[in-house]
């Protein structure tokens, strides 16, 4: 019978094994590189879909020198709390240092921020104009970032009551 022959090439696979001294033995450590490659490897780092980008146009200043990285660092403050991740990799601008997180290292960027509370800043918001709205930056958020008066943003809705504003200054 089948079953039967199986059974017995297995017993004979387990008497012709090696002594337990000469099975290599999975320590922590081991597990802990096996940690750090897979990691490595979420980040991009050697299986990025953008690995062989090189000298792409740039959508904010228009050279030619949007190439591959991975030693982007994602660097934010969250309440009380500065969080700066290291050998990100995406795409970013030899010549007016814009860049980009892939999606890999945007994964991990968000593994370590999403559950932080959110250390907002409170902008009002107000009409502008017919049909317009317009939101106020606190003195802080000046501050903090580059926001330049004839700037542009580009909004992306995250959900009905999220966003993320990208800033390009002139
Ligand atoms: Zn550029």
């Known amino acids: 019978m089948k079953n039967d022959a199986k059974t017995e090439t297995m017993n004979l696979?387990?008497?012709?094994?090696?002594?337990?001294?000469?099975i290599p033995t999975?320590?922590?450590d081991i597990?802990?590189?096996?940690?750090?490659?897979i990691a490595r490897r979420r980040a991009g780092r050697y299986g990025s879909p953008l690995k062989n980008i090189a000298d792409a146009p740039c959508p904010v200043c228009g050279s030619q020198s949007v190439s591959f990285a991975d030693n982007l660092v994602f660097e934010v403050v969250l309440?009380?709390?500065?969080?700066v991740i290291p050998n990100l990799s995406g795409l970013r601008c030899s010549n007016c240092g814009d860049f980009a997180f892939?999606?890999?290292?945007?994964?991990i960027i968000n593994e370590h921020t999403g559950n932080k509370p959110a250390g907002g800043?409170?902008?009002r918001i107000s009409t502008v104009g017919a049909e317009k709205l317009g939101m106020y930056f606190p003195?802080?958020?000046l501050r903090v970032m580059e926001i330049t008066k004839k700037g542009k943003a580009i909004v992306t809705p995250?959900?009905?009551?999220?966003?993320?504003?990208e800033l390009y200054p002139e």
């Open 13 to 22: 696979k387990n008497e012709d094994a090696p002594k337990a001294a000469n």
């Open 26 to 28: 999975i320590t922590p």
């Open 31 to 37: 597990v802990e590189e096996t940690n750090i490659e």
């Open 79 to 83: 309440t009380g709390e500065r969080i």
């Open 102 to 107: 892939d999606a890999d290292s945007s994964k």
């Open 121 to 123: 800043y409170e902008c």
């Open 139 to 141: 003195k802080d958020v």
């Open 158 to 165: 995250l959900s009905r009551r999220k966003m993320m504003v």
